[in-house]
């Protein structure tokens, strides 16, 4: 079945500390994967996606993440953690393509310490 | 341009209870798209419409639920009769039918406690 693993459930940094963010995936095909990051009261955004091309790929607010097919990972990364990053951020993946349905991880909460 | 909103932000309702959420897309998206997120669980897709058709409804848990989008626009999501499992935070988002975006805009939610 697909599914979609985030092995960390919370994870405390230091500000202007790196941060990785683990995301495995299980799906045969070429996967549509996401990075969505929601703030408390608010909804989910869009950090960034990867669906083709350039497996290192930018998003808004710094981040980063890489397509690694053989792992079949999609880490988020930051090398810099501002106090504004603390949040929940959830891996997803359109199995059927693009505007389909998206599979979610479990979600990280990321908590920053001064 | 205004976000997709969701109605109300809570609910607490009895068992048994009848309960309607509503959801205002962002103008123009043709897709509309609820999920559920069960405390401490993973956000789960619950149903996909394209305009006024349902794309995708196999997320639905059980007859209980029935989502309409009459107009292919605004949506609601009923839940008749409620039970304790419903419990939850569901949201709600869109995206256009085309393009390379293939970015789905989420509302805050509606936390719906039933009790």
């Known amino acids: 079945a697909q599914s979609v693993t985030q092995p960390d459930i919370h994870i405390t940094v230091s500000e202007g500390a790196s941060l990785e963010l683990r995301c495995n995936y299980s799906y045969g095909a070429t996967p549509y994967l996401f990075w969505y990051v929601q703030s408390p009261g608010q909804g989910l955004q869009l950090l960034l996606k990867y669906f083709s091309g350039d497996t290192l790929v930018q998003g808004i607010k710094g981040f980063e993440a890489e397509f690694k097919r053989s792992q079949s990972s999609f880490n988020l990364r930051k090398p810099s953690v501002h106090w504004s990053d603390a949040a929940e951020y959830f891996c997803a993946v359109a199995p059927s393509g693009g505007y389909n349905k998206l599979i979610f991880g479990a979600g990280t909460r990321l908590a920053v310490h001064p | 341009e205004a976000g997709v909103t969701q109605f109300p932000s809570h609910s607490v309702i009895e068992k048994g209870q009848t309960v309607t959420l509503r959801c205002d897309p962002i103008?123009?998206?043709?897709?509309l798209y609820w999920y559920r997120r069960v405390m401490g669980k993973e956000i789960k897709f619950l149903l996909h419409?394209?305009?006024?058709?349902?794309?995708?409804e196999s997320g639905m848990p059980n007859n209980r639920f029935l989502a309409e989008r009459t107009g292919g626009t605004y949506s609601t999501l009923k839940v008749q009769p409620a039970e304790l499992e419903d419990s939850g935070v569901y949201f709600c988002?869109?995206?256009?039918?085309?393009?390379?975006?293939?970015?789905?805009?989420f509302g805050p939610g509606t936390r719906l406690t039933v009790t």
């Open positions: 419409f394209v305009k006024e058709s349902k794309q995708d």
């Open positions: 988002a869109s995206s256009p039918w085309t393009g390379e975006s293939y970015e789905q805009y």
């Open positions: 103008s123009g998206h043709d897709n």
